[in-house]
């Protein structure tokens, strides 16, 4: 069984267009996140969520939202998308955000044409 | 100064060798301290915490400066499977909690 869970493994979409990408992890974890990785190969964090609640939220486009229906699933929410926003994206989950492991989800590859 | 430095690499050793990394923060008030692992076009994957004292699993080792404000890990015996990117962690938990990656030293093992 899958623990992190991303769909759609690619994206290709046009600017302008708005897309989502879902994540669910199994592993009964409290805290999900997404990352950014942009083409250099630099992973940076984008937001955190624990039982559903926003604790971190870095300098990102207001373009991007996430939502968090419940504490196993953290969607991502892109509106407008630019060309700039090419990268690949990975959830990630731990058990309290704090001292525990973070398992990634395989990565969501998007394009943006 | 970025918060956290690492020296991208690549290190090109032979089998069997011994290599060394080293990360470092900016953040004196940082709290927790990670090595992981990046296989090409693959998500990254815990390779070991950092503690204090120091800590070792089986061929690697990673040690903790607090004085000097850095990370390091050890890889003895190297092997090809330890061909990848790996990327040092930091966390701080301050009044905003801070995850930084570095951006990750590639290591490729060659036969």
């Known amino acids: 069984d899958t623990a992190v869970s991303q769909t759609p493994k690619y994206l290709v979409t046009q600017m302008g267009n708005d897309k989502s990408i879902k994540c669910e992890q199994n592993?009964?974890?409290?805290?999900m996140y997404w990352y950014k990785q942009d083409s250099k190969k630099f992973l940076k964090i984008m937001f955190s969520?624990?039982?559903?609640?926003?604790?971190i939220n870095e300098t990102v486009p207001n373009r991007f939202s996430p939502k968090s229906p419940d504490k196993a699933h953290l969607n991502l929410h892109i509106n407008s998308l630019e060309l700039g926003d090419s990268a690949v994206y990975f959830c990630?989950?731990?058990?309290?955000?704090?001292?525990?492991?973070?398992?990634f989800g395989p990565g969501t590859r998007l394009l943006v044409l | 100064r970025k918060e956290v430095e690492q020296d991208p690499g690549p290190f090109n050793v032979p089998e069997g060798a011994t290599v060394a990394f080293n990360c470092t923060y900016s953040n004196s008030a940082s709290q927790s301290f990670f090595w992981y692992r990046q296989d090409c076009r693959k998500e990254p994957k815990l390779l070991m915490s950092v503690y204090s004292s120091g800590n070792e699993d089986g061929r690697f080792t990673a040690q903790l400066n607090r004085a000097s404000q850095y990370i390091s890990l050890l890889i003895r015996d190297s092997k090809l499977s330890d061909s990848a990117t790996y990327l040092c962690?930091?966390?701080?938990?301050?009044?905003?909690?801070?995850?930084?990656f570095g951006s990750g030293t590639r290591l490729s093992i060659r036969p």
């Open positions: 592993l009964g974890h409290d805290t």
């Open positions: 969520y624990n039982n559903k609640e926003l604790i």
């Open positions: 962690v930091v966390f701080s938990y301050s009044s905003a909690s801070k995850i930084i």
């Open positions: 990630a989950s731990s058990q309290d955000g704090r001292k525990e492991t973070q398992y």
